[in-house]
């Protein structure tokens, strides 16, 4: 995995999105309740204060929980929520000790088709359905991962130019197709939910 991602809008914090399939994976553990662009540039963040270039699911997964929490939480904080984040980060990475060896790569290596990566995706902690799909998406449409029914298994976001999540996002001009997607949405559910 080595390509340019442009999530945090960052370069830096891309770069390492791109070549690093943990730090992609916590990125978007992340996005929530905060700006797509803080979320991907967390994983950057805390490879920096970790003194690395780069993330390591084995030393996430060990380091000392209260430690790691005050990591997350040194401002400028990694996410509105630190202290959760960082015990939902800790609980991935020990998740992937325990049932890949710590290789994030290893969820999709192997896999026959997008139902089964869409699966093993469902079973990480802090990855509900639609964070899966669109990781899943991400993978197929920018990172090259793509078995056999990867677009089906992504749901909507597996659609070519969707512009419906952070798989569609190449630069600033889908960033803002994707906003403007998800605007129409927020204001569709309000309209919806409003007394008539």
Not at 149 to 170: F, L, M, N, Q
């Amino acid at each position: 995995m080595d390509v340019t991602l442009h999530l945090a809008q960052e370069p830096a914090a891309d770069e390492l999105l791109g070549r690093s399939p943990l730090a992609a994976l916590i990125g978007m553990l992340l996005d929530q309740q905060v700006p797509m662009e803080w979320a991907f540039a967390g994983p950057h963040t805390i490879a920096t204060r970790l003194g690395s270039d780069d993330l390591d699911a084995h030393e996430i997964a060990s380091h000392d929980p209260e430690a790691f929490a005050a990591l997350l939480s040194t401002k400028p904080a990694v996410h509105r929520y630190p202290g959760s984040m960082a015990k939902r980060i800790q609980q991935l990475c020990a998740y992937l000790v325990d049932h890949y060896d710590g290789d994030p790569t290893a969820l999709w290596q192997d896999v026959a088709t997008g139902d089964e990566l869409l699966k093993r995706l469902n079973e990480l902690p802090g990855f509900g359905k639609q964070k899966s799909q669109i990781f899943l998406a991400l993978l197929g449409k920018q990172l090259g991962v793509r078995p056999k029914g990867w677009r089906e298994a992504a749901g909507d976001y597996g659609a070519p130019k969707a512009y419906r999540s952070v798989a569609d996002i190449t630069g600033p001009e889908s960033l803002q197709k994707v906003r403007a997607h998800k605007q129409e949405l927020k204001a569709a559910a309000k309209a919806a939910s409003a007394p008539k």
